[in-house]
């Protein structure tokens, strides 16, 4: 790429902003001067950026027309507050909160449904999907040539750094408080999360269903372009630090041919197939990686039109920053 952008990151003191801003620089990022963002409460700090310390400033008082592309990975209000004020000031924007609805910033994700960028005009405002509507996407795209998909069921186990560097230090504090035969005491979690799974993410409505459920159904949906496939999601709490694991079970017109499926996921982009005789997990493999990792892909036991599929990613890294920081390359290599 030889155009280079100034680039601002939102959120840059957290758990995706700062593995955000460490990607920019691991991928050597088209940006000339990288402006670093956050709430009035995290101003002053400083992170390493190519061989300098870049201060962190307050967004409340940053002026977007300064540059051309910004991150929001800061939290849904956040965003809300500042994407307008951004937009009216002719910049770009990746949004990883999912605060925009899907009119305004579609979700993106590039190894499935690039092309999308086509349709639309600057200053472009897009979404980076959830970490596990991300990662599942990567897999099921290259699949849809060969299956024609009635339904998707999905148990996603999300590790507590979905909920920031809160859920990180909560399980740290909880595994160290039980280890050490101390009582317990709930604080972010509202039960014991160590040793133990949670059966939701978040607060359920009147429906049963939480926030990141519904998230996770409504982006796999536009991402893949089936607006009538039908998703049954299950988000559970895993005590887990980095990693999402997925179990995935796929309702499919027709008979499966298994061969042909996994010669497909052999060949897609941002996808790692296991052997047979082996399965990946999210702190074994996926974490720290740049690829989903797919294990025991296999035929329904009493429906040959089933497919299940194994999933492990790293939640912050491959399914938020990285996928932010791709969607990036791309407007600026072939938009802005």
Request: charged fraction near 20%; charge should be negative.
């Amino acid at each position: 790429m030889s155009k280079s952008f100034d680039i601002a990151v939102i959120g840059a003191t957290g758990t995706v902003g700062a593995t955000l801003v460490q990607l920019l620089e691991e991928r050597d990022f088209p940006l000339a001067n990288l402006h670093l963002l956050a709430s009035s409460e995290s101003a002053g700090q400083s992170l390493p950026f190519r061989g300098k310390n870049v201060r962190v400033r307050t967004v409340e008082e940053f002026d977007f027309s300064q540059v051309r592309l910004a991150f929001f990975a800061a939290s849904e209000q956040v965003t809300r507050v500042h994407a307008p004020r951004a937009q009216a000031a002719g910049c770009s924007l990746i949004d990883l909160s999912g605060a925009l609805p899907v009119s305004q910033a579609p979700r993106v994700v590039p190894e499935a449904n690039a092309q999308i960028l086509k349709t639309l005009q600057a200053p472009y405002q897009l979404t980076s999907p959830s970490a596990s509507a991300a990662a599942l996407a990567v897999v099921l795209a290259p699949l849809q040539a060969l299956l024609t998909l009635r339904r998707v069921g999905v148990t996603a186990c999300l590790a507590v750094s979905s909920q920031g560097r809160e859920g990180v230090a909560d399980l740290a504090r909880q595994t160290t408080e039980l280890l050490n035969m101390r009582p317990l005491e709930t604080r972010f979690f509202d039960r014991q999360i160590a040793f133990n799974l949670l059966a939701q993410v978040g607060q359920a409505d009147e429906s049963g269903y939480t926030v990141v459920e519904r998230r996770l159904s409504t982006e796999l949906k536009q991402v893949l372009a089936l607006p009538e496939l039908k998703v049954a999601a299950t988000c559970v709490q895993a005590p887990v630090f980095f990693g999402d694991s997925l179990s995935v079970s796929l309702e499919c017109a027709a008979e499966v041919d298994l061969a042909a499926v996994r010669a497909a996921l052999e060949g897609a982009p941002g996808v790692e197939l296991v052997e047979a005789d082996d399965y990946p997990t999210a702190v074994g493999d996926a974490v720290g990686q740049d690829v989903v990792y797919v294990g025991r892909v296999r035929a329904g036991l009493d429906d040959a039109a089933e497919l299940n599929l194994w999933i492990a990613s790293d939640n912050v890294r491959k399914g938020a920053a990285l996928n932010a920081a791709q969607l990036g390359e791309l407007l600026i290599k072939h938009y802005l």
